[in-house]
């Protein structure tokens, strides 16, 4: 098998040293079907203990391992390195979110937006010994925006949220729109409300970077256009039956 | 010394540790998550196929019950299960999958609207619930929506390094702050051990990197024996090469098993049942004919899924086809997939009884890092998800319980001293001359498991393993660190973790080794069969200073004699 070398070129962070940012070449020698994770894990092993970055499952399903790659934001567990074999790859951490260390960000900002749209299912009582009941097909239309991981990627290419860091984000709003469609949760009107902001569906600026880029395809845009769309039929709908009614007292006079 | 103070403590943030969190958290009780990595990023969350419970929900000649799914757990245990803690789990499996369905769980339906269930290996009934082949990520991310909503405090990133034990109790655990480099005792009237199951000793796991047994050594140190640690589940389709977890739902969905001649193998190894027979019977077929030349070169053998269809696929195994599509180049929809077996599950682990307690007051365990034990030699899938909600759940009410009779609060010394102890432990390793590197040693240690502990095993291969574990044991303590301080010390944990992993190895090849039957996942070549007069019983390795001491526990048996297994 030909042996071939993988050159990464890393942006590092260490908040103590002085500068707090340079970059390290690093090569490692490519083998079949090796990815990117891999070849990171492969590195701290051998060559610098102190190169930092997160990971967990290996599989693409836990969000764990999200950073930029040749400007492009990546699950690296799921970056094929033979693309990049006799070329240069630069690997930076996921962006808009401060360093901690190296490839590791502070995705605080990010959790804190997830609880500010109270992410848990408001559910009307029902029977203990009994699930709710759904359609297949509702169950359908809710899924796509369950399959979110809570990667970060797709804040990280948002410019909304370049622009404003109060801005809720594609994943919370897709999570938004997820609990505004279940069936099983009380709070339309509620969760409408907390739509209904500049740091709700008014701040996005639909250029659908965060449906391009997420890896498990969900589609935040597609949720918050829908929210839009609901929003100004509600509004239509009130302003509807205010002059309707008004009309009704002033002929009753 | 700063000292942190908790009611409940648990360590691990997986299923298990959000069930018993939540569980412990009712009566606003001062509870706490620690966990090396965010919760959502717990090794639950890549779990696919699905969630047993008798709910009856799918179309079948006649009703499930709670006794039908525990006697196929028994018989699927090849009867080394403690049967009163399996008809516990059964009877509760319905009110703990409806309660997550009630918090929000997007579970897949039937026509009817109801939860669906698909057939799994070893069952009678299809009783795995699931959500989409997702269920394991639907499952975590409800339960941690569920922690958000309690706000219950997580220590992210943070590592346990030890347990306290002081006057014969646990009375809390040195904690890591991985990122300052600081070690911080917590102090907590019980402390809940859900660290998960420790794969990554063998080179081909499912398992995710963060597997090492973590929970399991901190038992074992701390004087608590390991139980029935030489049961190891190997799942026969891994996608081969990353060995990334392929599930078992594929076959429930009718998907076939094929060798190199196209033929259906399993045919010779559970007649009946065929490609859903219990997972050690189906791994060991499928070794079988990979060793016996009649799989494809590079060792695997095929998963056919195309006769299932796009919309069958589309809808019920999207996650596996993407994963055979990002990390095979394969799309099921058109191609078989290459699969092989690897280790997937641990049997073994901490002793418990139903309620999570383990022989030393105050230390909880539950989920795959417990031993109950309700999967007893080998376990059913779809088992495993439940086990984590019900004892979870079970245990984190017994530690709440445990926590509200506990008034004395334990001297503070005891921490100071133990504390002082484990720094100075730690100094002498970080000064230690570098001669050997943890990578190392563990990849030799991952070899040896998987050449000789794995799916058949016999004497001289066992022997091989114990004599390399006790050199590698020996080499170890040469291993030295280049970064001589605590934050962000990724060669200081690989090193922590090795040492555990090495001794949890050790107690896998000594239970191995001596128990000369085979019996559902244990398979000996040189004792192939069952040997219930000398063999029904649990193993139990204590730490000792040369290597793991075994013993030896009675199952517990309620109404199912053992009888002869077959599929």
Known sequence: MKSNLLTLRIKRFHKERNPQRWIDTFQVEIRERMNLLEALLRIQDEQDGRLSFRYSCRGAVCGSCAMRVNGKDVLACRTHVEDFSGKTARIEPLPLFPPIRDLIVDLSTFFDHYRRIEPYLHGEPVSPQAEYLMEEEKRGEIDPYVNCILCGICFGTCPAFKKDPEFLGPAMLAKTYRFLVDPRDRRKDEILMTANTQQGVWGCKTVFNCVKLCPKEVPPTHGIVKMRRKILRNRVASIVSRLSSLFRHSSSI | ?567
């Not at chain 2, 195994?317 to 191609?335: C, E, K, T």
Request: net charge neutral.
């Open chain 2, 1 to 567: 010394m700063e000292l942190l103070s908790h009611d409940v403590l648990i360590v691990g943030g997986g299923l298990a540790g959000l069930r018993a969190a939540i569980e412990a958290k009712k009566s606003s009780r001062d509870v706490a998550i620690l966990s090396k990595v965010h919760p959502l990023r717990s090794h639950s969350v890549a779990a696919q196929g699905g969630i047993n419970a008798a709910l009856g929900n799918a179309p079948a000649p006649s009703k499930d019950t709670w006794k039908n799914h525990a006697f196929d757990t028994i018989k699927g245990s090849d009867y080394l299960a403690d049967q009163d803690a399996v008809e516990v789990m059964c009877r509760e499996a319905t009110e703990r999958v409806v309660e997550m369905e009630h918090w929000g769980t997007l579970f897949s339906r039937t026509e009817d609207g109801k939860i669906a269930q698909r057939p799994f290996g070893g069952a009678g009934f299809p009783r795995a619930c699931y959500a989409a082949d997702r269920t394991g990520h639907n499952l975590l991310h409800t339960l941690y929506e569920q922690v958000t909503h309690l706000q219950i405090p997580v220590y992210e990133e943070w590592i346990a390094l030890s347990l306290v034990v002081a006057e014969g109790r646990c009375v809390g655990v040195l904690g890591l702050h991985f990122f300052e480099g600081r070690i911080i005792p917590i102090q907590a009237k019980a402390v809940i051990l859900a660290t998960g199951g420790y794969g990554r000793i063998y080179l081909r796991s499912t398992n995710a990197v963060i597997n090492t047994g973590r929970g399991c050594f901190l038992a074992y140190q701390a004087g608590v024996p390991l139980e029935d640690m030489e049961f190891v589940q190997f799942h026969p389709t891994s996608l081969w090469g990353t060995n990334i977890l392929i599930t078992e739902g594929a076959r429930g969905e009718g998907g076939y098993l094929t060798n190199a001649k196209g033929e259906r193998f399993m045919e010779r190894y559970a007649p009946h049942l065929m490609e859903l027979g219990p997972r050690d019977i189906v791994a060991r077929g499928t070794q079988t004919e990979i060793d016996q030349g009649r799989g494809f070169e590079g060792g695997y053998v095929h998963l056919d899924l195309r006769h299932l269809g796009r919309e069958k696929i589309l809808n019920r195994l999207p996650g596996i086809r993407q994963i055979a599509i990002d990390f095979a180049g394969v799309d099921p929809i058109l191609n078989p997939i290459p699969i092989q077996p690897a280790q997937h599950y641990s049997m073994g682990g901490i002793p418990t009884n139903a309620d999570g307690e383990t022989q030393l007051p105050g230390l909880f365990a539950a989920g795959e890092c417990a031993c109950v034990s309700v999967h007893g030699a080998n376990r059913l899938g779809g088992n495993s998800l439940l086990e984590t909600l019900v004892f979870g759940e079970r245990a984190g009410r017994k530690a709440a319980e445990h926590a509200d009779k506990t008034k004395e609060v334990p001297d503070q010394r005891a921490f100071q001293s133990h504390l002082r102890e484990f720094q100075s432990g730690v100094k002498e390793i970080l000064e230690r001359k570098k001669e050997e590197t943890s990578f190392a040693i563990r990849d030799e240690m991952k070899a040896a498991m998987t050449s000789w502990v794995g799916i058949f095993r016999n004497a001289p291969g066992l022997v091989s393993a114990k004599e390399k574990i006790k050199q590698l044991k020996k080499r170890f303590l040469k291993v030295g660190l280049k970064q001589k301080d605590l934050a962000f010390n990724h060669e200081f944990i690989q090193y922590w973790d090795l040492e555990g992993m090495l001794h949890l190895a050790e107690a896998i090849v000594e239970g191995a080794l001596a128990r000369k039957e085979s019996r559902g996942s244990h398979f000996r070549v040189d004792f192939p069969n069952r040997d219930d007069e000398h063999w029904l019983r649990h193993t139990l390795a204590f730490k000792e200073s040369e290597g793991a001491k075994l013993d030896y526990k009675e199952v517990t048996m309620t109404s199912y004699p053992p009888k002869e297994r077959t599929y």
